[in-house]
């Protein structure tokens, strides 16, 4: 397992280009398996997950290639209609090959998906709602096996806006004949991008990006070309980052409205912003003030980001609260920034950030993908020499981020083992 040892306190200086979404490119890419045709998606980031879609894909048939950021397959021979548990296990997103298998084929069999151990992340919204489009659904050996005879459009009403279920469903819907309405539907802009791909590949999707989603679907979707959508939450990290240690960057590729609500939060602990056409010019705080968030679906303040704010607040001239309420087990990042020397209380879904500590090195360990990135942003942030260790989560999530980082001024390498 990699580490990364970060010297500190660093500051950035310079331009940082973003990368494309892996939020958005995992179920584009899992969208290919709803065609026999070739299809091609660009602006691709090259990341351990990205890479495990492509072996599922392999797997089940498609000849995939990945470089230089575009991914391409075909397919090459008969699909296999099922997933197994070493490459399932890898990542939560591997179930969305059960949409477009399920549509396509009329039966999937895949293990119960792994990820980021951040809490229990049920799949069961994506089950109930593929059981009212007609699916039979068993479980055998910690596998989930879906059968049909033919899936219908249905009116599918979310418990919980779930991303994942909102992609599954409507790629699945998108080759079922008819009108399927998805109503508390995820509002992510990942979601806009997929719906997207799917019009281009012959269906018709109306109000992603909404709470209700319409989706018509054909009988025969064709292949696609595609750019992704740059990556949000990478654009998230890289200005608490700039703002954490007081570092005027600009970055590329981000996209102001689709992080409307932590550029409000950044405004009100100090920062302030230059907006031009291709790229935004970070003004950090001179003085951070503490600013309290609580997290919950687009477009509300995300989830993914909550572990680097968590690692901000600490620097801040005052205490604030921040609030969970996506994942149960989403502050394990907590305990090893109070290793560097934190002052956090936790109690139940909340945590109170007492702030400013002078933060110290330490040896810390990356729980889970964003608490991996609060890490880094915190050892950059902190006097001496710390050990990041398990980066394998980070690198699930964030292309060469040493790199980008090393090249801004910051003293981060990667040390192999």
């Known amino acids: 397992m990699d580490s990364f040892l970060v010297s500190g306190p660093s500051s950035l200086k310079g331009r940082v280009k973003i990368s494309g979404s892996k939020n958005s490119a995992l179920p584009i890419i899992f969208s290919a398996l709803l065609t026999g ?89 994506h089950l109930d709602a593929f059981s009212k489009m007609g699916a039979k659904v068993t479980f055998e050996g910690g596998y989930v096996i879906m059968e049909t005879k033919g899936l219908k459009p249905a009116k ?9 279920a909102t992609e599954n469903v409507m790629m699945a819907a998108a080759l079922v004949k008819g009108e399927t309405v998805i109503y508390n539907a995820a509002r992510e802009p ?126 801040a001239e005052g205490n604030c609260k921040i609030k969970e309420n996506i994942f149960e087990n989403r502050f394990m990042h907590a305990a090893e920034l109070m290793r560097m020397g934190a002052k956090i209380e936790l109690k139940g879904g909340e945590a109170k950030i007492f702030g400013p500590v002078n933060l110290s090195a330490a040896p810390v360990m990356a729980s889970d993908l964003r608490a991996g990135a609060a890490l880094i942003i915190a050892a950059m942030a902190a006097q001496g020499k710390s050990l990041i260790k398990r980066v394998y989560h980070i690198d699930r999530g964030y292309e060469k981020i040493e790199e980008k980082l090393f090249s801004m001024g910051a003293d981060i390498k990667r040390i192999k083992e």
């Open 156 to 164: 599918i009403n979310f418990k919980f806006p779930s991303v994942g």
């Open 190 to 315: 990942e979601i806009s991008d997929l719906a997207q791909v799917l019009n281009k590949m012959g269906a018709q999707v109306e109000g992603a990006g909404e709470e209700v989603i319409r989706i018509s679907g054909k009988t025969q979707l064709n292949g696609f070309s595609h750019e992704i959508i740059h990556d949000r939450i990478e654009a998230g990290t890289f200005l608490i980052a700039a703002c954490a240690l007081k570092s005027p960057i600009e970055i590329y590729g981000a996209k102001k409205e689709h992080l409307s609500i932590l550029f409000r939060k950044l405004k009100l602990s100090g920062a302030q912003f230059e907006e031009f056409e291709d790229k935004i010019l970070v003004k950090p705080p001179q003085k951070i003030k503490p600013v309290s968030i609580s997290t919950g679906p687009y477009p509300l303040f995300p989830t993914d980001l909550q572990a680097q704010w968590m690692a901000y607040m600490t620097l």
């Open 37 to 125: 045709d070739k299809c091609e998606i660009s602006n691709v980031p090259d990341l351990a997950d990205i890479k495990s879609a492509g072996d599922i894909l392999s797997y089940c048939g498609k000849k995939c290639s990945f470089f230089s950021g575009k991914f391409s397959c075909e397919e090459k021979s008969p699909i296999k209609t099922e997933a197994p548990y070493d490459m399932v296990r890898k990542m939560r997103a591997s179930a969305l090959i059960a949409g477009p298998m399920l549509a396509r084929f009329s039966k999937v069999k895949f293990a119960l998906p792994g990820g980021c151990a951040i809490g229990v992340r049920p799949i069961d919204i």
